[in-house]
């Protein structure tokens, strides 16, 4: 066994550094559900085989020691050397290839189950979100508000309830499903998404705007137009750059993409069943639904709702919308 668990040991630590190092796309969904099965496998041999193995060897030398000791009193020895409770403590011990399996499944399942289930932490990597979130932030998503899906195979088991515009969500890339993203959603299943002349437009209404004092970008030592958009029940600020065009560079050949008419003005889209319309906060450096299409449901992680640190700036911690 000890040898088997040094090779199952060994295969966790070559694929986490094999995917630290960019050899291979990780998956830590998939790593953290086979560390759960495993460690559970081991955490039941523990429970129902080696350790009753153990408490049956550690009983039966305490029970040859008593023996010993009964028979050495007849004879009158009544001080005898030795002390069992040393040598039963070490065969009632778990060895090392427990502990470092059975021993740490109750850890792994619980961090399963709340990462799969209830919240699961996101890092901030790039500044498509600012001014609502910035490189660096550390987020909590919601899981459940959307209905709860199967770890891995993200298949969905609870209704929850369906995104709402000006709701900020995670959801799978759809280019590349195995990467996570963050944008803020701006068109439901039927809407008709308009972004002309850096104006936003849902069903024909243009969403209400308000400037506000510039934001000033740390990490591009500059100051940018910031305004203030009503979408869905809140209120949010967005970014916009003057030296960025209107129009829109690059867009892919995605699903849906018939359903969208590009002009030097922007983008209109006809959001279609299943889908949604995302689009970032910084709305003239960011990669959204604009260049790369529509969000299906099934593509959704949660919602993200809450800033737990940022070890550059601790006043980022807190709720945003």
Known sequence: MQALTSAVLGAFVLYAASWYFGAVEGNFA???????TVTGIYWLAERFYFLPQR????????????????????????QVDGDVA?????ILAQPWWLDWTAGLFP???????????????????????IPTLLVGDLILVNKFTYG??????NAKI??????????????????????????????????????????????GQALATEAVPEFFDEDAMRYFKQFEESLGTKK?????????????????????RKDCSYTVEGVTCKVPEGHYFMMGDNRD??????YWGFVPEENIVGKAFYVWMNFGNLKRIGSFD
């Open 285 to 290: 450096n960011s990669l959204d639904s604009r």
């Open 158 to 203: 609870t209704e929850g309830n369906k995104p709402q515009r000006g709701d900020v969500m995670v959801f799978r890339y759809p280019p590349k499903p195995s990467l996570d993203y963050i944008k803020r959603v701006v068109g439901v299943p039927g809407d008709t998404v308009a972004y002309l002349n850096k104006r936003l437009t849902i069903n």
């Open 86 to 90: 040393t040598a039963k403590a070490r």
């Open 107 to 129: 850890v792994i399942v619980t961090v399963f189950f709340l990462r799969s289930f209830l919240v699961e932490p996101f890092k901030i990597p790039s500044g498509s979100m």
């Open 55 to 78: 408490q049956k060897a550690a009983a039966t030398l305490e029970a040859e020691d008593t023996k010993r000791r009964q028979n050495l009193d007849k004879l009158g020895i009544q």
């Open 148 to 153: 709860l899906r199967l770890p891995v195979l």
């Open 236 to 256: 949010h600020r967005l970014l916009n750059d003057d030296n960025r065009p209107a129009f829109i560079p690059g867009a892919s050949n995605f699903p849906g």
């Open 30 to 36: 998939l790593l953290l559900f086979m560390a759960t």
